[in-house]
């Protein structure tokens, strides 16, 4: 069995994330993905995220009846900030055993991976899936590759070498990094909060349920 483990603040959880989940799972014969909500990342300003109970709320109102993607409040029942290496070692020792687990991100948060909690023990662990939004301008599109070429090789291991036929980076004693086109869809969590603080509406940019608990609680205001 192969599962995902997708995490992020979720600040708040729009239909980007929900859609790039459902691709990346339907593309890789993922059983399943858990959504995992960070209670307080290392590299976020503390005051710029609201709480971490009801963005783990908005992501369950979400996933409402959606089929293989769950959430998980491993990194929320956790004291302190949230390593990644920590949640990838929980869920090594609670799924079935021999699954197969696959860390999700985007290219963003990859390029930031060598400033990441024992980030070199991750790269041995699990192979990871970095998600990149393809742009109109193929041209524009194969930048963002070009510059995870460069970061890996400057920045992590001379090793890596792209190969072709299975799309993914491949380094000796080390896991597969993949790289995964998603639907380009324009949509962000700083921009559904400047929406907000704007009175502006978020319809069709956040589900529906999780847009009526923001607007009830006045989160983002």
Not at 25 to 40: N, T, Y
Not at 45 to 59: K, N, Q, S, T
Not at 61 to 78: I, P, Q, W, Y
Not at 93 to 109: C, F, N, R
Request: net charge neutral.
């Amino acid at each position: 069995m192969r599962f995902g483990l997708f995490g992020g603040t979720f600040n708040p959880v729009h239909l980007g994330h929900l859609r790039a989940a459902l691709e990346v799972k339907e593309g890789f014969g993922l059983e399943e993905i858990f959504l995992i909500p960070a209670a307080l990342p290392p590299h976020k300003i503390p005051g710029e995220v609201v709480d971490a109970g009801d963005r783990l709320h908005m992501l369950n109102l979400a996933l409402e009846d959606t089929a293989g993607l769950s959430v998980s409040d491993v990194e929320l029942k956790r004291s302190g900030p949230s390593y990644t290496i920590d949640t990838v070692n929980h869920f090594k020792s609670t799924l079935p055993e021999k699954s197969q687990i696959y860390l999700v991100m985007g290219l963003d948060a990859f390029l930031e991976i060598d400033s990441w909690k024992s980030y070199e023990e991750l790269l041995v662990q699990v192979p990871i899936i970095v998600m990149n939004r393809p742009e109109t301008d193929r041209r524009l599109s194969s930048v963002g590759w070009e510059r995870m070429d460069d970061y890996l090789k400057s920045r992590i291991s001379g090793d890596y070498k792209f190969s072709q036929l299975r799309s993914c980076y491949l380094a000796a004693d080390k896991q597969p990094i993949h790289i995964f086109e998603v639907t380009a869809l324009n949509i962000s969590s700083t921009r559904i909060r400047s929406l907000i603080k704007g009175g502006q509406s978020i319809g069709y940019l956040v589900p529906r349920k999780a847009a009526e608990f923001i607007n009830s609680r006045g989160l983002y205001l």
